[in-house]
């Protein structure tokens, strides 16, 4: 799997901290800071609010006038008492004005929140972590012999610590929570997985055996969890320590001891510079909103290219070749973002897939764009970075024809400006699957999509040399 580093952080004293509360929108996600009066937790209201649309607020006396988007509230300077669009409710702690800064008790926010918002809001009160119309980063662990994955819905950017034998990953934007309950873990590796909540963060603690290391891969949707590479270095870094003579019998190190950040460590910066795993990116053209052509009555492209990709993953799988889905599931995932995420995850090739109800058997694309388009050492902008790998993509469409022909599969070779071939920095062609003949329902017959995907899967590994020699 294609991985970059995290930068590793040593893990910091605990401090008196400032208490914070986390609000976790559709598209924004923001922290506000949580203060004590008379023994209750306080929030700014109009900051609350600010993220989420046009707020103003006024002081008339002894009242607090907020008006957010077309809504009007109103509270009272010590009253236990709030009006929203004429509604009232009452507040667990008197209303605070501090000049024409309005608190309110934290604990009314989710009610003020949902009152304001035409969306559900669901608090964790002991973590103080607020999430407004289901936003939530759902996570699933996959612990293998080579190490810990944990799979993430959405890319996450958590900070990493490190202390021996322990790693942490704290989620402050990412509204990550834990779906179900984390497997115990038998390993060698990873002793346990725990989540938790703590002051509008979330925090992912792995408790290993050895020194691990963490990586992002699938363009930071998975984190995985690997024995730290020179091992030797880190036991030279403990021993080093003065409390610690070098002949010492095996003692547990002292929690305190910090282990050196990983990043600048000489093995892991040179594997930044070697050539990245070969692995194929399998975009399933459409998804969620956008259903592609519709193919018969019944029948809508985004579910005929996502049945193909996973039967085309599984046949590279047999031929021992890693792939990674810009989508394994019915859901909306902008073009562009489809070539960002094989650019980050540097694949070796890209294969787009779509579907058609006309013609027979496959079409196969390239960019079209001049491979003279690229200057040497010069930066190229981002919708022409194909340009350095269109001869290798044309190498590509070119055995994947040679494959379908050997297959007996009708097939055709064009270049095309189809989006997003021309984002991306890796040999890259899209295929058509056309139906096996006059009915259409056989473009989604699962003999017929083996058929092709078991030909593309030849074609990668007899191209497999080609596309390296370019990389
Ligand atoms: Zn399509």
Redesign the pocket.
Known sequence: MVAVLLFVLPASAPSAEQKQLSIYGPRVSYSLPVSERNGQDYVALLEALEPLGSVSASVEGQKWKLRFKKLEAEFRRNSPVGKIAGQKFGLPAPFLLEGDRGLVPLRVLPTILGLMLPTRTDYHEAGRRLFLGGAGTRFTTDLREAGLSLNFSAPVNPQISTEPGKLKMTFTRDPVVSNASIPRLENPLVSSVTFSENNGRAELVVLGRTPLLAKFAAAGKTIEIVPAPGEARQSTALTTAPSTPASAAPTPAPATVEVPPIVPAPPTVQSLTVKPPFVVMLDA??GGDDR??LLSETLE?KAVTLAFARRLRSELQNRGIGSVMSRDADVTVPVEQRAAMADAARVAIFVSV?AASQGRGVRVYTAMINSLTSKPGGFLPWDTVQADYVLSSRALADVVKAELGKHEIPNSELAAPLKPLNNVAAAAIAIEVAPSGEDVASVNAGVYQQRIAAALAEAIVVGRSRVEAQR
């Open positions: 053209g459409h592609g052509a492209e779509h």
